[in-house]
């Protein structure tokens, strides 16, 4: 395995931790209706997208510094896609867990955001 995946890797599972303690902490204290029934699913998908799509750009960034810039802005393309058709097919099948879900979606989409763009930024340098 790719050294630099591994720490990404380990750094993305004690991130997902840390979210899964505070999302458990804020669904002990709020009412129910706060919080959504999907918010464990919902991280091991970022889990699940995050390290793949680092795997795909450790790989393109072997090649030529074009080819993975190319690269990125397409897999980011394709990753914005598949969230929202994620968010788009649990809305239409979860019409009474809107509020909750996409709350639970956006702050676990900053958190794995922020945690790729800064490991992308190092490793393409």
Not at 53 to 73: D, W
Not at 74 to 84: D, G, M, P, Q
Not at 86 to 99: A, G, M, P, S
């Amino acid at each position: 395995m790719n050294p630099d995946l591994k720490r990404f890797s380990i750094r993305l599972v004690i991130a997902a931790a840390l979210a899964a303690l505070i999302t458990l902490l804020v669904k002990t204290f709020l009412p129910a209706e706060w919080t959504s029934p999907a918010w464990p699913f919902l991280l091991i998908f970022f889990l699940a997208v995050n390290i793949l799509l680092y795997a795909l750009y450790a790989r393109a960034k072997e090649k030529k510094l074009s080819n993975f810039t190319n690269f990125f802005m397409l897999a980011t393309f394709f990753k914005l896609l598949l969230y929202l058709v994620v968010i788009v097919l649990y809305l239409l099948f979860n019409r009474e867990d809107v509020v909750p879900f996409v709350l639970t979606f956006l702050v676990y989409y900053i958190l794995f955001t922020t945690l790729e763009v800064r490991a992308v930024s190092k490793v393409s340098k």
